[in-house]
């Protein structure tokens, strides 16, 4: 069977009742097991007329100087999108090994959400009209469009106008913003689908996105799984992915969600479990939050989204947590591939101050899930302890009826990488002789960043931030809030994914003489003509 010559559904495929052999005697009733219709996913439909918006004169020349003052407003290229067919064809970049893999025949249905506030129009219409090109419509239930009271004119009759005709698109638009998280949460009462398809309203889906992500949860309801995110570049609106997935979602103290590679266990359980082990799903600890799929009755049942969170931030942290410590599970799916415009900057305000929204949520959050942790997470920004989240009660009961297992139990079971409190000899600032501290400068957000040498801070207010918070664990590693300190490279210590096999990555911390030591018989010291902490030979 070739999914790129059928594109739709094998209709070839027998029930495998009707191939048993027929005896002469008389029927007995006999229960015979019948193994679900396999078939490959949906590869979508290709060359297509190409769909323009309509109130765009295409004769026009090229204006740069109108494209560049565009884009600066937008935060992406408007002007280059609003003259990109809305229906182009998206590249198939999966691994060979997607088309490969069958799907059951029978897939629950999906509402696929699109929530936007002063979206661009061109980009709102390309995510819809994607979806309807790359799904077996049989899939699609429908594409709510969710407007958060948008105030440009675009988004108004124009809007009604390009989707009258495609009946499977719905549009909800809001009495007044509420913003993204209770825009999401609103919209997903508003769905009808089996399963609540979330997608940011700047997405192009590829073929063969959308069966990896609802067979798992056909199998499992309490499944919730995440595509893999390619790049649509803001500028040039070219597309660039992977062939597969090589991170999954991790989390650090100060409930980031960041990008992590894949730990050894979980590759040694694809290589067991999966015939195509590279490009089998894989559990994550996290996710962004902006794309998923799940079972719409048991996102209910886990309490939806947190009305008490502000307009954009640490609701995918909220879910995530939720998710893994109420009993389900999540996962990213290599073989659903969607691309996503990454804007250098929101184009929209935050309805107040986008710091002490997002902050206000992280903390907010915290208070809810972090248990006895909580103290910890309070040591590294302690200024967070005083501000007001409002009332958890509400929160803090659906915990209780869902009988949820402890944050302590999240780290351990779902991501180890993350030590907590009690597996370390010390966190905080570290200090020489010279008063002067380890200082990441935001180094240990990435791999590669290097250790620099800073002042050190009083321990109060914002200026005992994260840059300076440093932890040493009892299994021998030096780590920012992310990554672990490396000695292997010649420009001093630098972070990089812990390996946890010692060596560049090991170090000793001696209480009598206050030095770091690693087994080369070196020491953590400062250099401060260079300004970063580096090693050298041990002194007396």
């Known amino acids: 069977f070739n999914p790129r010559k059928n594109k739709g559904v094998n209709?070839?495929?027998?029930?495998?009742?009707?191939?048993?052999?027929?005896?002469?005697?008389?029927?007995?009733?006999?229960a015979v097991a019948v193994e679900p219709q396999l078939v490959h996913a949906f590869t979508g439909k290709t060359n297509l007329p190409p769909v323009y918006l309509d109130f765009v004169d295409m004769n026009q020349p090229w204006d740069k100087k109108l494209e560049d003052s565009i884009k600066s407003e937008w935060k992406m290229?408007?002007?280059?999108?609003?003259?990109?067919?809305?229906?182009?064809?998206?590249?198939?970049l999966r691994h060979a090994t997607c088309g490969e893999r069958t799907y059951q025949h029978t897939l629950p249905a999906a509402s696929i959400i699109l929530v936007f506030y002063n979206e661009a129009l061109s980009v709102l219409l390309r995510t819809a009209y994607t979806v309807l090109k790359e799904s077996d419509p049989r899939l699609v239930h429908e594409i709510l469009l969710y407007d958060?009271?948008?105030?440009?004119?675009?988004?108004?009759?124009?809007?009604?106008?390009?989707?009258?005709?495609?009946?499977?698109?719905?549009?909800v638009r809001a009495?007044?913003?509420?913003?993204?998280?209770?825009?999401?949460?609103?919209?997903?009462?508003?769905?009808?689908?089996?399963?609540?398809?979330?997608?940011?309203?700047?997405?192009?889906?590829?073929?063969?996105?959308?069966?990896?992500?609802?067979?798992?949860?056909?199998?499992?309801?309490?499944?919730?799984?995440?595509?893999?995110?390619?790049?649509?570049?803001?500028?040039?609106?070219?597309?660039?992915?992977?062939?597969?997935?090589?991170?999954?979602?991790?989390?650090?103290?100060?409930m980031n969600m960041?990008?992590?590679?894949?730990?050894?266990?979980?590759?040694?359980?694809?290589?067991k479990e999966d015939p195509y082990p590279i490009t089998g799903n894989l559990k994550t600890a996290s996710m962004a939050g902006g794309l998923f799929a799940m079972d719409r009755q048991y996102f209910k049942e886990l309490g939806e989204y947190d009305e008490g969170l502000g307009v954009w931030g640490g609701e995918n942290m909220e879910l995530s947590f939720k998710i893994w410590?109420?009993?389900?599970?999540?996962?990213?799916?290599?073989?659903?591939?969607?691309?996503?415009?990454?804007?250098?900057?929101?184009?929209?305000d935050f309805m107040g101050n986008t710091g002490e929204v997002v902050t206000r949520n992280y903390i907010r959050v915290a208070r809810v899930w972090f248990d006895e942790e909580l103290d910890f997470f309070f040591k590294i920004r302690p200024h967070f302890k005083d501000i007001d989240v409002g009332d958890i009660s509400e929160r803090l009961a659906i915990r209780e009826r869902l009988k949820c297992k402890s944050y302590a139990w999240f780290i351990k079971t779902i991501y180890p990488e993350l030590p907590l409190q009690r597996d370390l000899i010390g966190a905080g600032q570290f200090r020489n002789e010279n008063n002067r501290c380890m200082d990441t400068r935001g180094g240990d957000l990435r791999g590669g960043g290097v250790l620099h040498l800073g002042p050190c801070h009083d321990g109060q207010g914002r200026d005992s931030n994260s840059n300076r918070f440093m932890m040493f664990t009892k299994d021998?590693?030096?780590?920012?809030?992310?990554?672990?300190?490396?000695?292997?490279?010649?420009?001093?210590?630098?972070?990089?994914?812990?390996?946890?096999?010692?060596?560049?990555?090991?170090?000793?911390?001696?209480?009598?003489?206050?030095?770091?030591?690693?087994?080369?018989?070196?020491?953590?010291?400062?250099?401060?003509?260079?300004?970063?902490?580096?090693?050298?030979?041990?002194?007396?």
């Not at 070839?12 to 007995?28: F, G, I, S, V, Y």
């Not at 108004?156 to 719905?170: E, G, Q, V």
């Not at 960041?258 to 290589?271: D, S, T, Y």
């Not at 030095?515 to 030979?537: F, H, M, P, S, Y």
């Open 11 to 30: 209709e070839n495929l027998k029930n495998l009742a009707d191939l048993q052999p027929r005896k002469k005697e008389e029927p007995k009733e006999v």
């Open 77 to 92: 290229n408007k002007y280059l999108s609003d003259r990109t067919p809305l229906n182009r064809d998206t590249e198939d």
């Open 148 to 171: 958060d009271c948008s105030t440009i004119d675009e988004l108004k009759i124009p809007l009604d106008r390009h989707i009258a005709n495609y009946p499977k698109i719905r549009l």
């Open 175 to 254: 009495g007044e913003r509420g913003g993204l998280v209770k825009a999401r949460l609103y919209a997903s009462r508003a769905a009808r689908g089996e399963v609540i398809l979330f997608l940011d309203a700047h997405c192009e889906p590829t073929p063969g996105w959308l069966e990896p992500l609802l067979e798992p949860i056909a199998k499992d309801r309490t499944t919730v799984t995440v595509p893999s995110l390619d790049d649509i570049n803001w500028e040039t609106l070219k597309y660039a992915g992977a062939e597969t997935v090589y991170v999954i979602g991790g989390v650090n103290w100060l």
């Open 258 to 271: 960041l990008w992590a590679a894949i730990p050894k266990r979980e590759e040694m359980r694809r290589q």
């Open 325 to 348: 410590m109420c009993g389900g599970s999540m996962i990213m799916v290599p073989c659903s591939k969607v691309g996503h415009i990454f804007r250098p900057s929101h184009p929209y």
């Open 476 to 540: 021998e590693k030096m780590m920012g809030l992310n990554f672990c300190c490396d000695s292997g490279y010649a420009e001093g210590l630098q972070f990089h994914t812990c390996h946890n096999q010692g060596g560049a990555q090991g170090f000793q911390y001696n209480a009598e003489t206050k030095q770091i030591r690693q087994n080369n018989g070196k020491c953590v010291t400062g250099d401060e003509q260079k300004q970063l902490v580096t090693t050298a030979e041990c002194r007396p």
